[in-house]
């Protein structure tokens, strides 16, 4: 055996093992990427979780908006009450 075989045989393992190697490290990068992704929702659901839930629940300190229209309403039905 020469020095040349080796070498050679050395770099056809060296390259299969790159080949095998790369895409694996590759789906592990992007699943960790996904996950990140996935708790950036989560964490997006649950903000709106608690705002639909203070809406519901009437507290509504936080939404001008929706507090002046749960007043507008609830004087018109003031007025409209049978």
């Given at each position: 055996m020469n020095i040349m075989s080796i070498i050679q045989n050395d770099t056809i393992y060296l390259i299969s093992t790159l080949v095998l190697s790369i895409p694996l490290i590759w789906g592990v990068y992007e699943f960790r990427k996904f996950r990140?992704?996935?708790?950036d929702i989560k964490d997006k659901?649950?903000?709106?979780d608690k705002q639909i839930e203070d809406i519901t629940s009437n507290k509504l300190d936080n939404y001008p908006l929706l507090l002046d229209?749960?007043?507008v309403v609830d004087k018109v039905n003031k007025v409209f009450k049978p």
């Open positions: 990140f992704q996935l708790d659901a649950n903000k709106i229209f749960k007043e």
